[in-house]
């Protein structure tokens, strides 16, 4: 998931790639612009044709967003028909799975990518947009080599004026999680007058509050600050929104600093990693015009404004019977590669299984050897819920009904079979069960 510390840092990478081929002050011409799809949009030709023949001439990020800017080279006449315009910015937004690979040439750009990634490329299964440049000569003629190749995989691309870009990040830098210039004070009085009618998790996806913070650093800094993510900003003291902030900019940094999220204590976890209680899994949001996110997290250490708890509830700690433990561990690897996965197919579909990581390692065992059979004779599936009243907990239902691959209801082919999932069920998985597995 690429949220503003994966734009920034793909900024930078663009920044630095063309520090390098750019030394002694040679500028860098687009050569080709390249759509490697199975299918090229009208909209595709428009950038192709306003970006090839122009100068680039420098590269920001704001929140999810990195703008590249582009310009006619100086010794361009304003007669000339190669483009319209004299500068532009083309803009790039990540989404979910977006990547970029910034290369001097096909060989690194090849080495860079993983096997599957490149098998993608041939088949045209993703959205690939490629830039190729070179350098610009004395006399306006393009390099014979490429210098430099930046490819974009299932990224949103489009042209935007360089003023809207520019005026977009004087606007918001001091706004952004990841920004040199961040103000923390600012986002704060922004929430409080932006969002005071929103929940927090909304306000805190608000690009134009907060800039950058993506479902996990939400996630993970409302935890951090004890905060309930369904909580309306209107209810929640100054002290603790300032709170929240700051957490999410320390957990924004860290992310910066290392390229990968740090420890995650209730996203995409079954029990909490500061206090092991039950994890709590629902959408949350989507009633201020933004999207409603599946929102991870931990009754106990973040409760609720609006309700009472219990205070200094102690949790004694759950013994674990161990002949209750199915066991998943590797014969020549032991259990530190095991991953748990399901099955994707139509047949034996959703039911958990575990391989070893391990390369070329061969293991493979089922993992639900210990959950019942349904009123049908198959074995049973582990879901959960997302509802409202019980999002978190797991349940065990018929592997004949439920959700198919293209997100149609099944009609119902199985049994009624219901039960919760209990404990002695769940623990044998350990750490290996996720909720979005």
Known sequence: MVEGPGATRNGKKIASAFDRVGRGGNAQMVKQCLSIT??????????????????????????????????????????????????????????????????????????????????????????????????????????????????????????VSTKIARSKFLRLSTFD????????????????????????????????????????????????????????????????????????????????????????????????????????????????????????????????ITAEYEPNVHRPKRKIDSSSFVNLSCPQHGMTNIKLRRVRKEQNRDRLFAICSAPQCPYFKWADQHLPFCKCGEKVIMRISKTSNSGGKWFLCCSRNGIKGNNTISPKLGCDYFSWVTGPQKLPFGKLLTPLL
């Open 38 to 159: 199975s299918k090229e949009s009208s909209s595709f030709h428009s950038i192709h044709d306003k970006l090839v023949g122009l100068v680039y001439k420098q590269v920001f990020s704001v929140g999810k967003e990195v703008f590249i800017i582009f310009e006619r080279h100086s010794m361009q006449s304003e007669s000339d028909d190669t483009n319209s315009c004299k500068d532009i910015a083309l803009r790039l937004h990540f989404g979910m799975n977006g990547t970029l690979v910034c290369a001097s040439n096909e060989r690194v750009l090849n080495s860079k990518l993983p096997p599957w990634k490149r098998d993608q490329r041939s088949a045209g299964g993703s959205s690939i947009m490629r830039l190729e440049f070179c350098p610009v000569c004395n006399n306006m003629g393009l390099g014979k080599e490429t210098s430099m190749i930046i490819e974009s995989r299932s990224t949103s691309v489009s042209l």
């Open 177 to 304: 999680a990841c920004g040199p210039c961040f103000d923390q004070s600012a986002v704060v009085d922004r929430i409080l007058e932006k969002a005071v009618r929103m929940n927090i998790s909304d306000a805190l996806l608000n690009q134009d509050i907060y800039p950058g913070v993506g479902n996990i650093i939400k996630i993970e800094g409302l935890h951090r600050a004890s905060i309930d993510p369904r909580d309306q900003v209107c209810l929640i003291p100054k002290d603790l929104i300032s709170k929240v902030v700051d957490e999410c900019r320390r957990f924004s940094m860290n992310w910066l600093q290392y390229g990968k999220a740090g420890e995650k204590k209730v996203y995409n976890r079954t029990e909490c990693g500061s206090c092991g209680g039950d994890i709590s899994m629902q959408k949350v949001g989507g009633h201020s015009g933004g999207l409603s996110r599946v929102t991870f997290w931990c009754k106990d250490c973040q409760p609720s």
